[in-house]
């Protein structure tokens, strides 16, 4: 008998939003695209770290099986160094099998 697996894809973006006056910041989000979810479950960077946010993933028996980035941007610096180039898009897929 094969496994058959389910798959969840964790989205790190960063995108411009408006905000008071007209105004345009940055807003970092996790996307959680759980199997049978539709939209996927949103959670600010600001309130979980990346790293903490992956290890609840394995917790809960999820196991990292690929990651790309799929888009960067190029920022300016704010500590006096040369422009950087920066992911603001990354997919991370994991997998578990099903029962």
Excluded: C
């Amino acid at each position: 008998m094969r496994t058959r697996w389910e798959y969840l894809l964790v989205r790190y973006q960063v995108a411009l939003v408006d905000v008071d006056g007209g105004r345009q910041d940055w807003r970092e989000d996790f996307l959680l695209t759980w199997p049978g979810n539709v939209p996927p479950e949103t959670r600010s960077a600001s309130d979980v770290h990346w790293s903490a946010l992956l290890a609840e993933v394995g917790a809960d028996g999820w196991e990292l099986v690929g990651d790309s980035i799929q888009e960067t941007a190029i920022f300016p610096s704010r500590r006096g160094m040369l422009d950087i180039n920066a992911p603001i898009k990354i997919v991370f897929t994991f997998k578990r099998p099903v029962e």
